[in-house]
Structures are given as structure tokens and as C-alpha cells.
């Protein structure tokens, strides 16, 4: 027989963080491919983003597949004595045939007016539809929230998956998640409760809110 889930009084934290920098940060749309690392600049920016994790509290720590997402997610979970558990919920949108083409190219396109102006009616050829891609990384924050109630997580992912989240947790209308900026290894946090998310935080590089501290950390 299963057992209930857990009812908790207190909101689940989520730090969703975006992650690092990679060779081909701003110039390529790498999608779902594989074998891109982080770049030099990008394993420093994890490295600084597990020193604000130190002295704080946290469940788990989950990761998109990829290895950008890994290597972000590897020395958060060090900082935090948690292992990296993958979640394919966290996996970057399937751009399609878009993917691995130049930005610069993608903006001469008339389509990129569409994916910039009404994101919600787009569909990467052969690929995920932006409405798909919030459903699903909605989906599975709720899922990590009901399995880890009222404690603070970390989830390692990709920019349009987290600025999906955080249209849906801000109640804004998908056509207006580009204007929302994560950068990278940049942390958005949201609270996750029986009332509605709040957002507590977004795109920020400082010590994520909502986290206790550990025990005996000083600070």
C-alpha cells in the first residue's frame, strides 16, 4: 500500500539555477547536443555559486542530463554533502532542427519575431513548443515539491526552462516570459506552498533566500 505524501506547513524552496558559462554562451543555441562543457569562466561561476550554498540547508540537489548542467550542479551538491540526482524534467527545450545554430543567424529569420513576441503559438521545427516545455518543467518542480515538502531544494537547469518557471510561478502570460533575464549561474528561487508560489528571488548571484543555515555554520 502506498503511503500518503507528506502534508507540510511550510512552502517547499526551490533555487532553480541556470548553468554556467560555456564556449558557446551567446553565440550558439546548443540545445539537447551533447558533449558541451562548461567553459573556464563557467566552472568558476559554479565554484562561486557553491560558496553561497555552504553555509545553508539543502534536500537535494537536482540536475537537467546534460553535462553543462552536471558540472554546474557537482560542486553545489560537494558544498551542500548531497549527491546530484539527474531529472530529465529539467532538460533544456528540444529546439529541433534549430538546434546547434548560430543566434545571429536564427534572428535574420521571420520566426524569431514569433519565439520573441508570442512565444506561446511557437514550435521549433521537429522540435518542443514553448507551451510543452512550461508544462513539463512546471510538472516536475510540483513533482521535487511533493517529494520534498517544506525543505529547500537546488534544481540545475537550462535559461528558457527556468524563465518558463518563473512565468508560470509569477502568473504571467507566456507571451511575456522573454522578458524575463536569467543569466548565467544565476539563481531564481520560489517557494512553492499551499496559497501559490512566491518568488522570492530571480537572476540573482548573492546567497539564495529561503534556506536555512546549517547547524553550527557560524554565520
Known sequence: MQRPRRQA??????????????????????????????????????????????????EAVYSSPLERARETAAPIAA???QR????????ECDFGDWT????????????????QRNPSGFRFP??????????RVHGTLVELCQRHPGTAIVAVSH????????????????D???????????????AYGAEGPRVLTMNSYCEPPGFRMKRGSGR
Do not use: Y
Open 9 to 58: 506547513k511550510q512552502p517547499t524552496v526551490v533555487c532553480l539555477v541556470r548553468h554556467g558559462t560555456t564556449p558557446t554562451t551567446g553565440k550558439v543555441l546548443p540545445g539537447r547536443a551533447r558533449g558541451l562543457h562548461l567553459a573556464e569562466a563557467g566552472r568558476a561561476e559554479a565554484s562561486r555559486m557553491a560558496d553561497h550554498f555552504r553555509s545553508l540547508e539543502a
Open 79 to 81: 558544498a551542500l554533502g
Open 84 to 91: 546530484v540526482v539527474i531529472e530529465r524534467g529539467l532538460l
Open 100 to 115: 546547434g545554430a548560430e543566434l545571429a543567424q536564427l534572428r535574420r529569420l521571420p520566426e524569431w519575431k514569433t519565439v
Open 126 to 135: 521537429n522540435g518542443e513548443s514553448f507551451a510543452e516545455l512550461q508544462a
Open 159 to 174: 535559461a528558457d526552462c527556468i524563465k518558463a518557471a518563473a512565468a508560470a510561478a509569477l502568473g504571467v502570460p507566456l
Open 176 to 190: 511575456l516570459f522573454q522578458r524575463i533575464v536569467v543569466g548565467p549561474c544565476s539563481a531564481t528561487v520560489v
